[in-house]
């Protein structure tokens, strides 16, 4: 009976203990973009499937294949598909799963790229979109008909942290045929399995806490289905060219080795941030999941093992309080992204939800206002003091 490893295990191993090339502790880069046959023979077999041989890196890499699998075994799935970027991994899943008059639900609050796919892009194709508050399972059950095929959503979402019952909005959308396809990169593999809930697709951007460093765009998606995967490879990934390169599938599984380490860490560092933001008389509504007054805490301790290092919360004050607060961080950087080493602070309606209606923004979760922090792996005191004093020039 084959031995059943832990996460951290897993993380560094994979599934079974396999020797790399030429004994090397660490996976060679195949940083080739062709691979040569021996006859017609192989040919036909390698381009039929009946090989899992290689032709070109477009289509696989031995690289790009052992992140894939390492991916698909931490988040329980059957296989993955590796892409150049998140929005790659988001934009073409949800092609390949709607068509013309199809409609997507989605949680109101996304990322703004996500939010802008939907809303924007898809309906050229003829694809209708409604975005709910998928945090109500009577509103996801009275936005459904007959021509909702996909439901999308982050959880925990970005920038309000909303939390959604994956497990909930799975047996909804099971009924009827729907598919569900879940962000999980706020959470990660280590704290959070969608498809053991019952989701149909997982998708992450790799870019963050998977890769860990800042260093390497990526995005992958995970699914049980091993057709589904093929198809998403060959007729999405392959002919849309989204591939990731072999050297950024190497950086992700060397970020990949410490995924828990860091997790474990961020996760500490965000709650003594949280703690000391909710008791800040120059801060308001402080948002994060392991804080017991958060609206979704109870569902997050039910389908989370931690609860990440996200935090947002309103400056007390308007545009000139929220830029001296700025200008006031030294060790927290303001710049879009998350989940590196470093505390990134960011703006949303500014930056990375720009896209979204300013006079609708609260109807979206979060305010003009609102900062977003990815908390890093620095000491938490040291960040802590780096807010206090950017928070005593308001």
Request: negative net charge.
């Amino acid at each position: 009976m084959k031995k059943e490893f832990r996460f951290d295990t897993k993380a560094i191993h994979g599934e079974e203990l396999k020797k790399n090339p030429e004994n090397a502790l660490n996976p060679p880069i195949f940083q080739t973009t062709t691979f040569v046959f021996e006859d017609l023979d192989h040919v036909e077999k390698v381009m039929s499937f009946e090989s899992q041989d290689y032709v070109y890196t477009r289509g696989n890499n031995p690289t790009l294949r052992l992140f894939e699998n390492r991916m698909a075994e931490l988040e329980y799935g059957k296989g993955a598909v590796a892409f150049s970027s998140g929005m790659a991994a988001i934009s073409s899943v949800l092609f390949s799963l709607l068509r013309p008059n199809d409609k997507v639900l989605a949680h109101k609050t996304l990322y703004g790229s996500s939010y802008n796919v939907i809303t924007n892009l898809l309906p050229k194709y003829g694809v209708k979109y409604k975005l709910i508050d998928m945090t109500s399972l009577e509103e996801l059950k009275e936005s459904l008909d007959d021509t909702v095929k996909v439901i999308y959503f982050e959880t925990p979402s970005n920038p309000d942290l909303s939390i959604i019952d994956i497990e909930e909005v799975s047996k909804i959308a099971y009924q009827r045929g729907i598919k569900v396809v879940v962000d999980n990169t706020f959470a990660t593999p280590c704290f959070q399995n969608p498809l053991l809930l019952g989701a149909d697709v997982v998708v992450h951007s790799a870019t963050k806490y998977i890769c860990g460093h800042g260093d390497a765009l990526g995005g992958v998606a995970i699914s049980k289905d091993e057709a589904y995967i093929h198809y998403l490879k060959f007729d999405y990934m392959c002919e849309f060219g989204g591939v990731m390169s072999p050297f950024n599938a190497w950086l992700m599984l060397r970020g990949i080795k410490t995924l828990g380490l860091r997790m474990r860490q961020h996760e500490k560092n965000a709650m003594e941030v949280a703690k000391f933001l909710s008791r800040h008389p120059k801060v308001k509504n402080v948002l994060y999941p392991g804080l017991e007054s958060f609206k979704g805490h109870g569902i997050a301790k039910k389908q989370m093992r931690g609860f990440g290092a996200i935090i947002s919360f309103e400056i007390e004050g308007g545009r000139k309080e929220l830029e001296e607060f700025i200008k006031g961080l030294k060790l927290c950087q303001l710049a879009v992204s998350l989940g590196d080493a470093e505390t990134l602070v960011e703006v949303p309606s500014i930056m990375t939800h720009r896209g979204y209606p300013k006079e609708k923004l609260e109807d979206f979760g979060f305010k003009e206002n609102t900062v977003r922090i990815s908390v890093g792996l620095e000491d938490y005191n040291d960040i802590i003091e780096d807010l206090e004093d950017a928070l005593k020039r308001i």
